[in-house]
């Protein structure tokens, strides 16, 4: 017997042992299953969280927030844990300094857990200050994986930046898109790029402007060491001072986490969570109803104009605001409209639709609001409906607003508040007219000490539904900060799959 039939036999015992066990079961010969079986929602095994450093103020409080939320079918066992992250220098040549590189990852795998999370259904929290705080590298298994989430939500006394800012710890990707950044003189944004891999992260940052790309040689190839985080200043990739810009972050080779921090010298400031990926319709849920500015600011990376309808979804139906009925955003810039008190005081939401064909857009919103000389800024990113389930942690029993909208249909939600202190989960149902927003009245657990989670659930055959939570300072920093809530990812389609030896036959 040759090698070469040797290796045959070889092969095709493993691919028995792998495939015989996890083949999709064929249509038999009579046609009659010719349909393949839906794919199951199973919850996920692994979960990786970034979170960007939080502050460079001296004057800066930050609490973490860790929650799982409870999932049916999750495994037994598992861990969780957040740890620093390294601070490296990025290159722009897109070849990482290999230098000192065994050290770093031996730092950040060694590095002492700032918060150890609590086993599913029960919310922790963890604390520092200063503005030496790193980033964090975060990872999750087994049951502490599906839907896992954490907070970092930060208070800064004075100085630029001043108010509250929070943002959710996020899932690596290779694409960001970030409208509503700025190179104005009065403000000092930064875009976090963390990179929780073992090899080296290469990353291209693009600005666009009102009359298109602004020429950036400093913004390409920049490495992102292994479990290293860079905060990128954006005034550095560029002479131009622009108000409103949209920032573009494409990962050339691996995956890292992004968010960009945006701060007003006068305005406060807040991170500026990614947009949902470029679409033909948007929305922008939970606008404060005290808003006393809101500016839409939007981009298409096309090579078509999009004109697009603007509504508000209000808590009794859409309206058009007077004056701004139409935006028309032309390709490849970026567009700004001040939407003024658009809310009026009640609860809202932005729904962009396309007047004609769709063009593919991303949008996010500034949010100014506070009494003069205390203001604060947040952003509204466009985002995603909830499919499965959304969590939202870093909850307090007075300083919490949940925000739901249905702007297609009407839909109906299960709301359910974590265990607090020594009270149970608390749940409320709750059913969202077509075209409305409401700022529900969360259920709070009994007993509650400190902060709990929020998990909103869909009930099934409702229309989409989109959810955002707004945090207040309720302390001596006046300030707030906006989390719009996409899925939480905890659940995973897998196919459908059976034992058919059948397949090594042919």
Same mark, same amino acid.
């Given at each position: 017997?040759?090698r070469t039939?040797l290796?045959?036999? @070889? !092969? ?5 042992a792998?495939?015989?066990f996890a083949?999709?079961t064929a249509? &038999?010969?009579?046609?009659t ?6 794919? /199951?929602?199973l919850p996920? =095994?692994?979960?990786?969280? +970034? ?12 609490t973490?927030?860790s929650?799982?939320p %409870?999932?049916?079918? /999750?495994?037994s066992g598992g861990?969780? =844990?957040?740890?620093p992250a390294?601070?490296g ?7 990482g300094d290999?230098?000192?590189k065994d ?14 999370p609590?086993?599913?259904?029960k919310p922790v929290?963890?604390?520092t200050?200063?503005?030496? *705080?790193p980033?964090l590298?975060?990872?999750a298994?087994?049951?502490?994986a ?5 907070? =970092?939500?930060?208070?800064v006394?004075a100085?630029?930046?001043r !108010?509250?800012q929070?943002?959710?710890?996020t ?9 509503g950044?700025s ?9 976090? +790029?963390?990179?929780? &891999?073992?090899s080296?992260?290469?990353v291209?940052?693009?600005l666009?402007?009102k ?11 920049i490495?992102?060491?292994p479990?290293?985080?860079?905060p990128?200043?954006l005034?550095?990739?560029t002479e131009?001072e622009?108000t409103?810009l949209?920032?573009h ?6 995956? %890292? ?6 701060l ?10 990614a947009?949902?990926?470029p679409a033909?319709?948007?929305v922008?849920?939970?606008l404060p109803?005290?808003?006393?500015? %809101? ?9 078509a104009? *999009?004109?697009?309808k %603007? ?7 859409l309206?058009?605001?007077?004056g701004?009925?139409t935006?028309?955003v032309?390709?490849?810039m970026t567009t ?5 008190d658009?809310?009026?005081? =009640?609860?809202?939401?932005l729904?962009l639709?396309?007047? &004609?064909?769709?063009v ?8 100014v ?8 800024? @947040? ?9 499965t389930?959304?969590?939202s942690?870093?909850?307090? /029993?007075?300083?919490?607003t +949940? #925000?739901?909208?249905a702007?297609?249909?009407? *839909?109906k939600?299960?709301v ?5 202190g020594e ?5 409320r149902?709750?059913?969202i007219?077509?075209?409305t927003?409401q700022?529900?009245?969360?259920p709070?657990? #009994?007993? *509650?000490?400190?902060?709990?989670a929020?998990?909103v659930?869909?009930?099934p055959?409702g ?5 955002a939570?707004? +945090?207040?300072?309720t ?9 719009t809530?996409?899925?939480d ?6 196919p459908?799959?059976?034992e058919?030896? /059948?397949?090594?036959?042919?």
């Amino acid at each position: 017997m040759n090698r070469t039939t040797l290796s045959l036999i @070889a !092969g095709t015992t493993a691919l028995a042992a792998v495939t015989g066990f996890a083949a999709l079961t064929a249509p &038999d010969a009579s046609g009659t299953d010719t349909a393949g079986k839906a794919a /199951a929602q199973l919850p996920v =095994e692994r979960t990786s969280l +970034l979170c960007p450093a939080p502050s460079t103020s001296d004057l800066a409080e930050t609490t973490y927030t860790s929650f799982t939320p %409870v999932t049916k079918g /999750a495994e037994s066992g598992g861990k969780a =844990e957040l740890r620093p992250a390294v601070t490296g220098s990025s290159g722009a040549d897109g070849e990482g300094d290999g230098a000192g590189k065994d050290e770093d990852r031996s730092t950040a795998r060694s590095g002492k857990s700032v918060l150890k999370p609590a086993e599913p259904g029960k919310p922790v929290t963890g604390e520092t200050s200063g503005g030496e *705080a790193p980033a964090l590298v975060g990872t999750a298994e087994g049951r502490y994986a599906p839907g896992w989430t954490v907070q =970092e939500t930060t208070e800064v006394a004075a100085g630029t930046g001043r !108010g509250l800012q929070g943002v959710n710890c996020t899932a690596p990707d290779t694409e960001f898109w970030f409208p509503g950044t700025s190179t104005a003189a009065d403000r000092t944004d930064y875009v976090h +790029l963390t990179n929780p &891999d073992d090899s080296a992260a290469v990353v291209d940052i693009e600005l666009y402007g009102k009359d298109g790309a602004l020429k950036s040689e400093v913004g390409e190839g920049i490495t992102v060491k292994p479990h290293a985080s860079e905060p990128i200043l954006l005034s550095t990739l560029t002479e131009a001072e622009q108000t409103n810009l949209t920032v573009h972050v494409s990962v050339r080779s691996g995956r %890292v986490g992004a968010a960009v921090q945006a701060l007003d010298d006068k305005l406060g400031g807040d991170w500026l969570a990614a947009a949902t990926d470029p679409a033909g319709s948007l929305v922008l849920p939970g606008l404060p109803k005290d808003a006393k500015e %809101v500016r839409l600011v939007l981009f298409t990376p096309g090579d078509a104009d *999009a004109d697009l309808k %603007v509504q508000l979804a209000s808590p009794s139906g859409l309206i058009t605001p007077a004056g701004h009925e139409t935006v028309h955003v032309k390709a490849g810039m970026t567009t700004a409209v001040d939407l003024g008190d658009v809310t009026r005081g =009640e609860a809202g939401s932005l729904v962009l639709t396309p007047t &004609d064909r769709a063009v593919p857009v991303v949008a996010a919103a500034r949010v100014v609001r506070g009494k003069s000389g205390e203001e604060d800024t @947040a952003f509204v990113p466009a985002t995603s409906p909830v499919d499965t389930r959304v969590t939202s942690v870093g909850n307090s /029993a007075k300083g919490t607003t +949940l #925000s739901l909208t249905a702007p297609g249909g009407t *839909a109906k939600v299960k709301v359910t508040a974590s265990a607090g202190g020594e009270g149970g989960t608390t749940t409320r149902t709750f059913t969202i007219k077509a075209g409305t927003t409401q700022n529900v009245e969360a259920p709070v657990p #009994s007993g *509650a000490k400190g902060t709990y989670a929020l998990t909103v659930e869909p009930v099934p055959g409702g229309a989409a539904v989109y959810a955002a939570r707004t +945090l207040t300072a309720t302390g001596d920093v006046p300030g707030f900060t906006v989390q719009t809530l996409p899925d939480d990812r905890g659940m995973v389609a897998v196919p459908d799959a059976d034992e058919d030896l /059948a397949v090594l036959q042919r």
